[in-house]
């Protein structure tokens, strides 16, 4: 016998597909540098970000006032304590400073809890 309560209640949503593949790369940054907003909640500062930087791209030296993570698909990032190359990953805690760079060009993923915060270059 079915259920006739949880048959009339409507479904959640608990999933968001988002065709990466089909979503136009939008400007970020002076650098060259692309992205495309996988999730954002604007209430917290909290995002999920794809990026694309041209070889020789930079993020002006900057703060993380929350952890940031990136996952690296293609290409290579780099900042003063290394490099994260394809298929690897970098986190870095709240607090933490740098500027960023692609020797010759990067497509990578980055997490964010709050957006980062630009800072004059030490």
């Not at 209640?9 to 136009?24: D, I």
């Not at 970020?28 to 917290?44: D, I, M, W």
Request: some cysteine; charged content about 25%.
């Amino acid at each position: 016998m079915a259920d006739d309560a949880s048959a009339a209640k409507p479904l959640a949503k608990n999933a968001y597909y988002v065709k990466v593949h089909e979503m136009p790369w939008e400007k970020a940054g002076r650098s060259g540098s692309e992205r495309k907003v996988l999730y954002e909640n604007p209430e917290t500062g909290e995002a999920t970000i794809m990026f694309r930087m041209p070889a020789g791209g930079v993020v002006p030296y900057h703060e993380h006032p929350e952890l940031e993570q990136t996952y690296v698909l293609e290409g290579s990032l780099c900042d003063d304590e290394g490099e994260c190359k394809a298929g690897e990953f970098v986190w870095r805690p709240g607090g933490s400073r740098h500027e960023a760079w692609s020797p010759n060009g990067a497509t990578f993923i980055a997490f964010f809890r709050k957006p980062s915060k630009p800072l004059p270059k030490p």
